[in-house]
């Protein structure tokens, strides 16, 4: 079984964390079974939000009276100090607990500090003072940023996109947080669904000694593949070396993650999932891509008001209305059946 330690902050856990954004489209029955299965075959840390809408409740419903089994993660997107504070009380009482192992600053536009105005770092200190947070951390999508926090030494665990369709900045971060002594956490391992194969994706971040991956789950079949990796973790072999290679060949460059930071659209366009449709249905069963409900959604790229408002707030940098554009010609092609997908 692979451990990893986040850094300086003393939590120890398998390699295998519990991504709880999914569980916000499930039932609460369906989610607590599956919070609970994870926990009992040897998952001890779960992330979560504010931002996820009932995924909070579902982790205090499921950990309801066993609170020192397991660390949770979550997640604050306040603008300002008061925010903050609403938003902390807010997720104890849905945790249904009294601390929070790893608070977040969840994508910051900048890296909050002491005495930048916000008032923010001062609440997280403060709230740690109180006992009601046990460590302090930051997620964020931009390079920059996650570069910054690394560097003033005030936060004890980064949360960042990577996976092996990352590039070499992305391992610098990595490299950086291990010499910073500072906990790596791994979001987006699979790319947002364009991995499909999670034993490969496992296997490459199971090189990094100090990152944890933290996985999506929402259905049994994505936790069944996720726990057998806790007793037989899958090695680097050379098939697995070449799917990789595979892979970045087809995928790394502009692609659109499907992070959902430039949503939402003015115009009801669903850009995080258009805007990579060419990739989506080569990847994935093209059929569930083909149905009407999709062609419907794909058609609203014709109402696109070229406002710029997705590409200014996309934290990758990319032409967002280009792409979705480009999307949309590419479908067209394979409904017309002048371009084949299996």
Same mark, same amino acid.
């Given at each position: 079984?692979?451990?990893?330690?986040?850094?300086?902050?003393?939590?120890?856990?398998?390699?295998?964390?519990?991504?709880?954004?999914?569980?916000?489209?499930?039932?609460?029955?369906?989610?607590?079974?599956? @919070?609970?299965?994870?926990?009992?075959?040897?998952?001890?840390?779960?992330?979560?939000?504010?931002?996820?809408? !009932?995924?909070? $409740?579902? /982790?205090?419903?499921?950990?309801?009276?066993?609170?020192?089994?397991? *660390?949770?993660?979550?997640?604050?997107?306040?603008?300002?100090?008061?925010?903050?504070?609403?938003?902390?009380?807010?997720?104890?009482?849905?945790?249904?607990?009294?601390?929070?192992?790893? *608070?977040?600053?969840?994508?910051?536009?900048?890296?909050?500090?002491?005495? !930048?105005?916000?008032?923010?770092?001062?609440?997280?200190?403060?709230?740690?003072?109180?006992?009601?947070?046990? +460590?302090?951390?930051?997620?964020?999508?931009?390079?920059?940023?996650?570069?910054?926090?690394?560097?003033?030494? /005030?936060?004890?665990?980064?949360?960042?996109?990577?996976? *092996?369709?990352?590039?070499?900045?992305?391992?610098? /971060?990595?490299?950086?947080?291990?010499?910073?002594?500072?906990?790596?956490?791994?979001?987006?391992? @699979?790319?947002?669904?364009?991995?499909?194969?999670?034993?490969?994706?496992?296997?490459?971040?199971?090189?990094?000694?100090?990152?944890?991956?933290?996985?999506?789950?929402?259905?049994?079949?994505? @936790?069944?593949?996720?726990?057998?990796?806790?007793?037989?973790?899958?090695?680097?072999?050379?098939?697995?070396?070449?799917?990789? $290679?595979?892979?970045?060949?087809?995928?790394?460059?502009?692609? %659109?993650?499907?992070?959902?930071? %430039?949503?939402?659209?003015?115009?009801?366009?669903?850009?995080?999932?258009?805007?990579?449709?060419?990739?989506?249905?080569?990847?994935?069963?093209?059929?569930?891509?083909?149905?009407?409900?999709?062609?419907?959604?794909?058609?609203?790229?014709?109402?696109?008001? +070229?406002?710029?408002?997705?590409?200014?707030?996309?934290? *990758? $940098?990319?032409?967002?209305?280009?792409? /979705?554009?480009?999307?949309?010609?590419?479908?067209?092609?394979?409904?017309?059946?002048?371009? +084949?997908?299996?």
């Amino acid at each position: 079984m692979h451990t990893v330690t986040l850094g300086n902050t003393g939590i120890t856990v398998n390699k295998n964390g519990f991504g709880a954004l999914p569980i916000q489209r499930i039932s609460v029955q369906d989610a607590v079974r599956l @919070l609970r299965r994870a926990y009992e075959a040897g998952i001890t840390y779960f992330d979560t939000a504010r931002w996820y809408t !009932d995924s909070e $409740e579902k /982790l205090g419903e499921a950990f309801d009276g066993m609170r020192e089994h397991v *660390y949770i993660a979550t997640k604050t997107g306040a603008a300002s100090a008061e925010e903050f504070w609403k938003d902390l009380q807010t997720s104890l009482h849905n945790l249904r607990t009294d601390y929070i192992d790893v *608070y977040q600053f969840h994508n910051p536009p900048f890296c909050p500090k002491p005495g !930048d105005g916000s008032g923010l770092y001062e609440a997280m200190l403060e709230a740690k003072a109180q006992g009601k947070v046990r +460590h302090i951390g930051i997620t964020n999508h931009r390079l920059k940023i996650a570069q910054e926090a690394i560097e003033s030494g /005030l936060y004890e665990t980064l949360q960042f996109p990577f996976c *092996y369709l990352s590039g070499a900045q992305e391992l610098d /971060l990595v490299k950086k947080c291990k010499e910073a002594d500072m906990g790596f956490i791994a979001m987006k391992a @699979l790319s947002g669904g364009l991995i499909t194969n999670s034993a490969a994706a496992y296997a490459y971040l199971a090189q990094y000694e100090n990152v944890l991956p933290i996985w999506g789950v929402q259905r049994e079949q994505e @936790l069944d593949e996720f726990l057998s990796y806790i007793e037989n973790p899958p090695a680097m072999t050379e098939e697995r070396k070449q799917l990789i $290679e595979h892979d970045r060949k087809e995928l790394c460059g502009e692609f %659109c993650r499907g992070c959902g930071y %430039c949503m939402p659209c003015p115009a009801g366009i669903e850009i995080n999932t258009c805007a990579r449709m060419s990739l989506l249905i080569r990847r994935s069963p093209s059929k569930a891509q083909l149905t009407e409900q999709a062609q419907e959604m794909m058609k609203k790229i014709e109402n696109c008001l +070229h406002c710029n408002q997705c590409k200014s707030k996309c934290p *990758y $940098e990319l032409d967002t209305p280009a792409l /979705l554009e480009r999307n949309y010609e590419d479908y067209k092609r394979i409904l017309a059946g002048e371009v +084949h997908v299996d």
